[in-house]
């Protein structure tokens, strides 16, 4: 089973280089990428198939070498389902971007840095070490600077140079906290670095944390480290911004959990709380300010950060479940968001509120696809956003956090504020004048993969909350075992 672990690595690697072989021929590129990625898929169900079944996290180290310096891939419950969820929406949004056929799909340079940003992403969840976390972040934002600015326009240019400019930044910052935390311990070993840190001066062990909270928080966009993401994420094309805004965040969160729970437990849970507390209102009042659907929904990715943040900052085995449902709901219905607006703004030219109406009466299934993604990342019973929230707000009571309890509730209030906000601006305004080629047909029809990419997203947040029940028993095993550390350490140490 080993042999399994680095497969969703490795798959991605090894597609992108037979894409760049294949760089005139797109047909076998598209064929190239969804080979690997379905094989990715595959890989990554055994891993967490056989993780539960033993109840015991594998560990690989490559080449055989010892922990403390060596590369080790570890793949527990947290890392082996949130990988399964990533490639499943990244499999989902290739379809659409096949189907969409905007400049982007058009480029030979799309499907290699497609398949080498789901290998980022994947070693990033199965790293087991700070360096090679690092490594794999590099290699996600490598691609992910391609991705973005790959049609070459103006605003892309411009919002990109930012994007990369605050990134460098993180990563330099990141680099710096890395070689810190070896220099103090010895290892950057996630598995060992417990017991090292444990063993520092409480003044380091503040000053390493805080730096990989703002490296982490920066990339997760936290409170005050977030005014990148609403300028970079609205000029991308939508088959990108919904893979960005779906699951590079949560990149950042899913390092936040690990450091926050297995580096320095209980150490920041004020500073936690109080970013969560921001981010939550700063991003959610961005969000009812705006009047353009894709601007509106990458506020709310900030918006949503808080909770997940939160949950890390209360930290009991109640607020890490959550915290863990909550990621794993909130990567399909964001992706299922921005899959939606794209078909908006194809069919439209533009998804400024004030500029489309009507489209209720174009497409009342494209409506109905909206409806039940936005009511889900409002929290609406009985979709998954409710379980995760609910139970997000129930550790908040149970832990005494009554001013976070009421934030958390108002926020999620003016969520769906904001998103009747666009049914209202692009569904159920003043009806535009439809070309009478167009008329016969609605938009789903119209664009029949990205629609059927599109359902399938929204279906797959459904079936989350349709399987609440047994996944939540399983992200509640997941919170016991990231305040209890010792199967992780012991799989790694031997």
């Known amino acids: ?30 064929a190239i990428s969804a080979v690997a990625l379905l094989a990715a898929l595959g890989s990554a169900v055994t891993v967490l198939a056989s993780v539960v079944a033993d109840e015991a996290p594998i560990a ?44 982007d799909e058009r480029s030979r340079a799309y499907h290699p840095a497609y398949l080498v940003l789901t290998a ?26 391609v991705l973005l600015m790959l049609e070459g326009s103006n605003a892309q240019v411009r ?15 990141l680099l710096a906290a890395i070689g810190l935390v070896f220099a103090a311990t010895g290892t950057v070993s996630m598995a060992l670095l417990p017991e090292r840190i444990a063993a520092l001066d409480s003044g380091v062990r503040w000053g390493l944390n805080g730096m990989l909270f703002v490296a982490f928080g920066l990339k997760a966009a936290v409170f005050p480290l977030f005014s990148w993401l609403p300028d970079s994420y609205p000029t991308a094309p939508s088959p990108v911004t919904a893979v960005f805004a779906g699951l590079l965040t949560k990149i950042g969160v899913y390092a936040l959990v690990r450091t926050e729970t297995l580096l320095f437990p209980g150490e920041q849970e004020v500073l936690l709380l109080v970013v969560a507390a921001l981010t939550m209102i700063v991003g959610v009042l961005g969000a009812l300010a705006q009047g353009d659907m894709k601007r509106i929904l990458s506020f709310h990715i900030v918006s949503q950060i808080g909770y997940m943040v939160l949950g890390i900052g209360i930290g009991t085995p109640a607020a890490l479940a959550a915290t863990v449902f909550f990621i794993v709901h909130q990567i399909p219905v964001k992706t299922s968001l921005f899959l939606v607006e794209g078909i908006v703004e194809r069919e439209t030219g533009t ?32 979709l998954s956003g409710f379980v995760g929230k609910l139970g997000i707000v129930e ?10 309890l009421a934030v958390a509730l108002a926020v999620s209030l003016l969520t769906l504020v904001s998103m009747v906000k666009i049914w209202v601006g692009l569904f159920w305004g003043e009806v535009m004048p439809v070309p009478p080629a167009d008329r016969a047909r609605g938009l789903l029809r119209r664009t029949p993969v990205m629609a059927g990419a599109t359902i399938v997203a929204v279906g797959f947040g459904v079936a989350i909350a349709v399987v609440s029940g047994p996944l939540y028993r399983l992200c509640a095993d997941i919170g016991a075992e990231l305040l209890d550390p010792s199967a992780y350490i012991r799989a790694v140490t031997g």
């Open 1 to 30: 089973m080993n042999a399994v672990v680095p497969l969703p690595i490795v798959l991605p690697i090894v597609g992108a280089a037979l894409s760049l072989l294949a760089w005139r021929r797109q047909r076998i590129q598209r």
């Open 60 to 103: 690989v180290r490559i080449g055989g070498s010892a922990p403390v310096i060596g590369i080790v891939l570890v793949a527990d419950r947290l890392s082996a389902l949130l990988l399964i969820v990533a490639v499943a929406m990244l499999a989902v949004v290739l379809v659409y971007a096949v189907g969409q056929r905007t400049p």
């Open 120 to 145: 980022g992403v994947a070693g990033a969840f199965l790293a087991g070490d700070l360096f090679h976390l690092f490594v794999a972040v590099e290699v996600l934002l490598i691609a992910s600077y």
């Open 159 to 173: 919002a990109g140079t930012t994007y990369v400019v605050i990134n460098i930044l993180e990563s330099m910052l």
């Open 351 to 382: 998804s400024r509120l004030a500029e489309v109406g009507g489209l209720l009466h174009r497409s009342g299934w494209l409506a109905v696809l909206f409806g039940v993604s936005a009511l889900s990342l409002a929290g609406v019973p009985p």
């Open 395 to 404: 550790a908040a009571a149970s832990d005494g956090q009554w001013m976070m």
